[in-house]
Nanobody, 124 residues
Framework: QVQLVESGGGLVQAGGSLRLSCAASGRTFTGYAMAWFRQAPGKEREFVCAMNWSGRITYYADSVKGRFTISTDNAKNTVYLQMNGLKPEDTAVYYC?????????????????WGQGTQVTVSS
């Protein structure tokens, strides 16, 4: 059974940093794209970033480019999201997701597996 388990969320002041982790288990993720999405209250789920499992190809939303970095530790089957320069508008529940549909990585509908989410709150 595939499981994606996020951790690392919390409360941070504007300008601060957090690192989210997503522990993946239940299958081999070679050939998958791994992504982070976020959802703020009253808003639709929003693409944040994605990468293929080898790490050679990455995608970022314009709103996080230059501040967030996605990475993987293949030995630990873990995906990370390093978030620097956090802003109050980054406040949301952050979700890890996995898909084999690499052509549509920005679309939530393309993803087969989702984690339960971790809350990130940025105070001003």
């Amino acid at each position: 059974q595939v499981q994606l388990v996020e951790s690392g969320g919390g409360l941070v002041q504007a300008g601060g940093s957090l690192r989210l982790s997503c522990a993946a288990s239940g299958r081999t993720f070679t050939g998958y794209a791994m992504a982070w999405f976020r959802q703020a209250p009253g808003k639709e789920r929003e693409f944040v970033c994605a990468m293929n499992w080898s790490g050679r190809i990455t995608y970022y939303a314009d709103s996080v480019k230059g501040r967030f970095t996605i990475s993987t530790d293949n030995a630990k089957n873990t995906v990370y999201l390093q978030m620097n320069g956090l802003k109050p508008e980054d406040t949301a529940v952050y979700y890890c997701a996995a898909t084999t549909d690499i052509a549509f990585v920005t679309r939530p509908q393309a993803y087969d597996y989702w984690g339960q989410g971790t809350q990130v709150t940025v105070s001003s």
